[in-house]
């Protein structure tokens, strides 16, 4: 599985984001999916993954209520919306994806390049 984010930028805090991750392959709706995300110097943070079939999710308690994570699985694309963004989001987000769906970063077999995200205060 080959994974492609787009959808990063700068923004305002307060302002939103949609993140986009474009799996190649047939197989993606078996694979779980998640959004991890870096900041400069740190370490990359778990922020919420999907299940296979898109019916389960978990957040970071850092971005609960303020981010959401979507899958279609039949134009083989997971989403991240970000809504409320405060600066301390600034970071570069990275999809992935793997077996099943944990917070671990160890378990994910696939990685996309990572898109910036930028938000401003």
């Known amino acids: 599985v080959q994974l492609v984010e787009s959808g990063g930028g700068l923004v305002q805090a307060g302002g939103s984001l949609r993140l986009s991750c474009a799996a190649s392959?047939?197989?993606?709706?078996?694979?779980?999916m998640v959004w991890f995300h870096q900041a400069p110097g740190k370490e990359r943070e778990f922020v919420a993954h999907?299940?296979?079939?898109?019916?389960?999710?978990r957040y970071a308690d850092s971005v609960k209520g303020r981010f959401t994570s979507s899958r279609d699985n039949a134009k083989n694309m997971v989403y991240l919306q970000m809504n409320s963004l405060k600066p301390e989001d600034t970071a570069v987000y990275y999809c992935?994806?793997?077996?099943?769906?944990?917070?671990?970063?160890?378990?994910?077999?696939?990685w996309g390049q990572g898109t910036q995200v930028t938000v401003s205060s």
């Open positions: 992935a994806g793997g077996p099943i769906a944990t917070m671990r970063r160890t378990d994910y077999n696939y």
């Open positions: 392959g047939r197989t993606f709706s078996s694979y779980a």
């Open positions: 999907i299940t296979r079939s898109g019916s389960n999710t």
